[in-house]
């Protein structure tokens, strides 16, 4: 059974840092495609960022490009997210999420997640 | 970048009803196009992708149809289970990826 399960959210205040990690099991990791999604409160899906297999292909929304980081850990069965100059609309949760396309980079999430909570306030 | 819009924002159904969500894109994006099923207090689950294909264990009442800019998500007759709010997602400008804002279903 496929399992992510996220930590590191926190009350951060604005302008500064937090690493989020996602622990992976259940299937080949270091064969799929991973990414971040996250949902303000009461909003709906944004999708953050997303890693290739081997991170050869990486991608950002505009809304966190430049201040966001993904990587992996394939030795590790881990994918991780730094967040630098964080604002007050980055709070959010933070979903992990498995792409289906094995060694691929498809876009679709077939395994999701519980979450993990951001909430950037002074 | 790839914009989806989605209508209606909220929906109101009875059990049994046939409901139709649609999913419009700003430009094509062939069969790029999946559709998402989110619980209250509960992640995101697969339902629908490349349009028409369904996901694995997902009931056949869930339908997805459409191609280039436009797309439908139908549900044949609503069970108790289905409340809930529905994203479209496109995956046809990767890396980049982009959800519709969501429809809200909710009971009549």
């Known amino acids: 059974e496929v399992q992510l399960v996220e930590s590191g959210g926190g009350l951060v205040q604005p302008g500064r840092s937090l690493r989020l990690s996602c622990a992976a099991s259940?299937?080949?990791?270091?064969?799929?495609?991973m990414h971040w999604v996250r949902q303000a409160p009461g909003k709906g899906l944004e999708w953050v960022s997303g890693i290739n297999w081997n991170s050869g292909t990486i991608g950002y929304a505009d809304s966190v490009k430049g201040r966001f980081t993904v990587s992996r850990d394939n030795a590790k069965n881990s994918l991780y997210l730094q967040m630098n100059s964080l604002r007050a609309e980055d709070t959010a949760l933070y979903y992990c999420?498995?792409?289906?396309?094995?060694?691929?980079?498809?876009?679709?999430?077939?395994?999701w997640g519980q979450g993990t909570l951001v909430t950037v306030s002074s | 970048d790839i914009q989806m819009t989605q209508s209606p924002s909220s929906l109101s159904a009875s059990v049994g009803d046939r409901v139709t969500i649609t999913c419009r894109a700003s430009q094509s994006i062939s069969s790029y196009l999946n559709w998402f099923q989110q619980r209250p207090g509960k992640a995101p689950k697969l339902l629908i992708y490349a349009v028409s294909g369904l996901q694995s264990g997902v009931p056949s009442r869930f339908s997805g149809s459409g191609s280039g800019t436009d797309f439908t998500l139908t549900i044949s007759s609503l069970q108790p289970e289905d409340f809930a709010t529905y994203y479209c997602q496109q995956s046809y400008s990767t890396p980049k990826i982009t959800f519709g804002q969501g429809t809200r279903l909710e009971i009549k």
């Open positions: 259940g299937f080949t990791f270091d064969e799929y495609a």
């Open positions: 999420a498995k792409d289906w396309h094995i060694y691929g980079y498809g876009g679709t999430f077939d395994n």
